[in-house]
């Protein structure tokens, strides 16, 4: 029998293509995990080998070293990256049925948590540039929801978002604490913030009482793995342990959390690794910048290569196959009228020059066009009839986009990547919703939830 998964790895190492995407180690690290030699470190909670769900020992000692490095009350080792911290951190800080602040560009799993819980969902829409990026989320727009809303019990903000936005984390923890409501920051794209001054500072300074960052993203760590960190005492040690052990497994992987530990220590004992990498990402946007066509688009984090196509001959997307297929670069993801690409300390120079060459001469084959295929640039908000739980206990029917104009979405749909829904099941579906879903259909972008240009509604 073939080993499908395997044979499809090989081939992706044979066939050299350089990542522009995640996992941070950008498949360069062999001298922490060699081979094989993963295999013969993969064991399960044996005698003296400590246990993630009451930790006591090797991986106690590994955690208070995490929390002295990012300066927590506590952090906790994800062995389900900041998914498993995102449906956690709800869970510790909502009952059943609350109130909870969401910024509408958070990923799935947190409207995973709003369902799970049969929470009610208050949305804060991120304001969209005219690149059709989200900006962060202001003090003033969660005062102005506050003023509005009552007995909201937690929020969950995105910050940075993926095109490394971030938003106004102190003024809005301040906010909130002022209401009694905690915040959660998922932080999946900033675990290296606190490794050099040039990256935005983190939410844990800044007044967050959970944040979650997902280390295999942005640091050298195998895929999968995270942390959550608790900033705060407005929960407790022992209740974020037992929600944690809700979502994660009782057989963790020691080698995930070996390669958290050694992700952690050695970016904190080699920090001038991260000076050469900012130089490096200063002297190659310096020569993008000279780009004609195409537009460096400046973020709150120069980790983030967000190149935008708006107003050329070409969409994101086309951009994105053109690099993969031409010049043997596989980015992080696409939009109708940006790519982006993920960089991180582990990038080599030869690999960095090489995107910029090929952008530059990219950019030299292309021509300025009013490109009247996207459009769009704003947040669509949905009017909201049910709760996402709600809708996991009604009976649903497949229909062609146009038919599910009016009616109440049953499933979550979303492009991915990012994975932020653009239908959460319960909302009305507009007009202006279809018509953007149609636009990622016509540049052959891969919806999920939408089946041959159907999606399920509430029958």
């Given at each position: 029998m073939s080993e499908f998964i395997y044979e499809k790895l090989k081939e992706l190492k044979e066939k050299g293509a350089y990542p522009f995407h995640m996992p941070g180690h950008k498949r360069n690290c062999e001298d922490v995990f060699l081979g094989n030699t993963l295999f013969s470190m993969d064991i399960t909670e044996i005698t003296g080998y400590d246990d993630l769900h009451q930790p006591e020992g090797m991986i106690r000692k590994a955690m208070d070293e995490a929390k002295k490095i990012y300066g927590t009350k506590e952090?906790?080792?994800?062995?389900?990256?900041?998914?498993?911290?995102?449906?956690?951190?709800?869970?510790?800080?909502?009952?059943?049925?609350?109130?909870?602040?969401?910024?509408?560009?958070?990923?799935?799993?947190?409207?995973?948590?709003?369902?799970?819980?049969?929470?009610?969902?208050?949305?804060?829409?991120?304001?969209?540039?005219?690149?059709?990026?989200?900006?962060?989320?202001?003090?003033?727009?969660?005062?102005?929801?506050?003023?509005?809303?009552?007995?909201?019990?937690?929020?969950?903000?995105?910050?940075p978002t993926y095109e490394g936005r971030i938003s106004e984390i102190r003024g809005i923890s301040e906010t909130l604490h002022e209401n009694d409501i905690p915040l959660i920051v998922d932080e999946a794209h900033g675990a290296h913030f606190i490794f050099h001054r040039d990256f935005p500072e983190s939410a844990i300074s800044q007044g967050a009482d959970i944040v979650i960052q997902s280390l295999h993203k942005t640091l050298p760590s195998l895929t999968q793995t995270g942390i959550l960190h608790l900033c705060t005492d407005r929960i407790s040690k022992s209740w974020m342990q037992k929600k944690l052990s809700v979502f994660q497994s009782s057989s963790p992987s020691y080698i995930l959390m070996a390669s958290i530990e050694c992700?952690?220590?050695?970016?904190?004992?080699?920090?001038?690794?991260?000076?050469?990498?900012?130089?490096?990402?200063?002297?190659?946007?310096?020569?993008?910048?000279?780009?004609?066509?195409?537009?460096?688009?400046?973020?709150?984090?120069?980790?983030?290569?967000?190149?935008?196509?708006?107003?050329?001959?070409?969409?994101?997307?086309?951009?994105?196959?053109?690099?993969?297929?031409?010049?043997?670069?596989?980015?992080?993801?696409?939009?109708?009228?940006?790519?982006?690409?993920?960089?991180?300390?582990?990038?080599?120079?030869?690999?960095?020059?090489?995107?910029?060459?090929?952008?530059?001469?990219?950019?030299?084959?292309?021509?300025?066009?009013?490109?009247?295929?996207?459009?769009?640039?704003?947040?669509?908000?949905?009017?909201?009839?049910?709760?996402?739980?709600?809708?996991?206990?009604?009976?649903?029917?497949?229909?062609?986009?146009?038919?599910?104009?009016?009616?109440?979405?049953?499933?979550?749909?979303?492009?991915?990547?990012?994975?932020?829904?653009?239908?959460v099941p319960g909302e009305k579906i507009s007009r202006d919703i279809v018509q953007k879903i149609q636009q990622y259909e016509k540049n052959k972008m891969k919806i999920v939830g939408c089946f041959d240009g159907k999606i399920n509604i509430v029958k």
């Open positions: 952090s906790y080792f994800l062995i389900n990256s900041t998914t498993a911290g995102n449906l956690s951190a709800i869970a510790a800080t909502c009952h059943i049925g609350d109130k909870i602040l969401v910024a509408r560009n958070c990923h799935k799993s947190v409207y995973h948590g709003i369902e799970l819980l049969g929470l009610d969902p208050i949305y804060l829409y991120p304001e969209v540039d005219d690149m059709g990026i989200c900006r962060g989320i202001t003090t003033d727009q969660v005062r102005k929801i506050l003023k509005e809303e009552k007995n909201i019990k937690a929020a969950v903000i995105v910050s992700c952690i220590n050695k970016c904190n004992e080699k920090r001038e690794s991260f000076q050469q990498y900012m130089d490096q990402m200063k002297e190659i946007c310096g020569q993008l910048s000279k780009m004609k066509h195409l537009k460096l688009i400046t973020t709150d984090d120069i980790s983030k290569i967000v190149i935008s196509t708006k107003n050329t001959t070409i969409s994101g997307e086309q951009l994105f196959c053109i690099l993969r297929d031409k010049y043997q670069m596989e980015l992080e993801m696409s939009e109708l009228s940006y790519v982006i690409a993920m960089t991180s300390v582990c990038d080599t120079r030869e690999g960095l020059q090489k995107l910029v060459d090929a952008l530059l001469e990219i950019d030299q084959n292309i021509s300025e066009k009013k490109n009247d295929q996207i459009e769009n640039f704003h947040m669509i908000q949905n009017e909201k009839i049910f709760l996402p739980e709600e809708i996991s206990r009604k009976k649903k029917k497949q229909v062609l986009l146009e038919e599910a104009v009016g009616n109440i979405g049953a499933d979550f749909v979303y492009l991915y990547p990012p994975g932020i829904p653009l239908i």
